[in-house]
């Protein structure tokens, strides 16, 4: 084989090893959206934070948690909730509820002062 064949077939195994890697990473996100319970490095792979992150996070309780045997454990439903609390609006949505303020202000009559 000539030196170019040689690095051709090089860059295609790396490519082909990193399509692997990408689909286990997947197959294994796969997996843990199908239970009910996380340990910390699943934790870690669904919020793509590091395991030593999620264990701060834990210990600091910015999440909700359960502890049994020294082990951090997360019920899904409970970090799903945590992750959607704090809801932004949208633009749109600011500008429907200040119309929607504007017209309930305009129709209550001025109260008066008293003399």
């Given at each position: ?9 090089a860059e295609?195994k ?27 490095d699943?934790?870690a792979?669904y ?7 999620c ?12 502890k ?7 019920k ?7 992750l ?5 609006s949208?633009?749109d ?5 200040a119309a929607?303020?504007?017209?309930i ?11």
């Amino acid at each position: 084989m000539t030196e170019q064949m040689e690095n051709l077939f090089a860059e295609i195994k790396a490519t082909l090893d990193g399509i692997k890697a990408d689909t286990e990473l997947s197959n294994r996100r796969l997996e843990i959206l199908k239970k009910n319970v996380w340990n910390i490095d699943e934790l870690a792979l669904y919020l793509q934070l590091s395991a030593d992150r999620c264990s701060r996070l834990a210990k600091d309780r910015a999440f909700p948690s359960y502890k049994q045997n020294g082990r951090y454990y997360f019920k899904r439903e409970e970090i799903e909730s945590w992750l959607t609390a704090n809801r932004i609006s949208s633009s749109d949505e600011k500008k429907s509820e200040a119309a929607i303020r504007a017209v309930i202000y305009r129709k209550q009559p001025l109260k008066k002062a008293k003399a």
